[in-house]
């Protein structure tokens, strides 16, 4: 079992930032993809972003240009910042760690944090 423990949600209006932390396990940066996942009431859960072991990363187009994916292995801590936020935006982001997975943002990661709240007010 791999834990991820996700921190840094909150409430902001239209055009602000928040950046999300999640704390994961060392070994999981060494060979792990890493992502971030959302989830919307009524919908479906939508990969944000994913960072793979060799740095590549991959973005969900609705993001583009206004999230970024990054890692801190010295701290265990993989991040999302988020920048220029839209009341779309508002969702449960999740933290999610995979083994054997290639760069990917399908929600088919094996391991997935209990989620932090973001919400946008328009």
């Known amino acids: 079992q791999v834990q991820l423990v996700e921190s840094g949600g909150g409430s902001v209006q239209s055009g602000g930032s928040l950046r999300l932390s999640c704390a994961a396990p060392r070994y999981t940066f060494a060979s792990f993809l890493m992502g971030w996942f959302r989830q919307a009431p009524g919908k479906e859960r939508e990969g944000v972003a994913a960072?793979?072991?060799?740095?590549?990363?991959k973005y969900a187009d609705s993001v583009k240009g206004r999230f970024t994916i990054s890692q801190d292995h010295a701290k265990s801590t993989l991040y999302l910042e988020m920048d220029s936020l839209k009341p779309e935006d508002t969702a449960m982001y999740y933290c999610a760690a995979d083994p054997g997975l290639e760069l990917t943002l399908e929600p088919i990661f094996g391991y997935y944090g209990q989620g932090t709240q973001v919400t946008v007010s328009s």
């Open positions: 960072i793979d072991s060799d740095g590549k990363i």
